[in-house]
């Protein structure tokens, strides 16, 4: 069984930077696409970025496009977020996500694991 645990979030002030971890555990790492998703207060769970197995290929939404840039390491089985330039509209609970499959995919339903979410708050 995969698991996936997020880490990092946290309270920053608007044009600050926070870094998100999520280490997996219960498959080979390097197998899995790796994706990030986020949930803001009423709003439907959405797409951030996604990495292939290797790191060489990459997807973001265009709301974050230039701020934020998604990386792997695959001896320490984690993936990461680097968030910067952030604004209050970032703010939301955040959920690293994987397939066992190769394709950069934007939908939820494309992911088969799921980690439990950690919160980011970002003040104006």
């Known amino acids: 069984q995969v698991q996936l645990v997020e880490s990092g979030g946290g309270l920053v002030p608007a044009g600050g930077s926070l870094r998100l971890s999520c280490a997996v555990s219960g498959r080979t790492f390097s197998s899995l696409t790796m994706g990030w998703f986020r949930q803001g207060p009423g709003k439907e769970r959405e797409f951030v970025a996604a990495?292939?197995?290797?790191?060489?290929?990459?997807r973001y939404t265009d709301s974050v496009k230039g701020r934020f840039t998604i990386s792997r390491d695959n001896a320490k089985n984690t993936v990461y977020l680097q968030m910067n330039s952030l604004e209050p509209e970032d703010t939301a609970v955040y959920y690293c996500?994987?397939?066992?499959?190769?394709?950069?995919?934007?939908?939820?339903?494309?992911?088969?694991?799921w980690g439990q979410g950690t919160q980011v708050t970002v003040s104006s």
């Open positions: 996500a994987a397939r066992p499959k190769s394709l950069l995919v934007v939908t939820t339903s494309g992911y088969d694991y």
């Open positions: 990495i292939n197995w290797s790191g060489g290929s990459t």
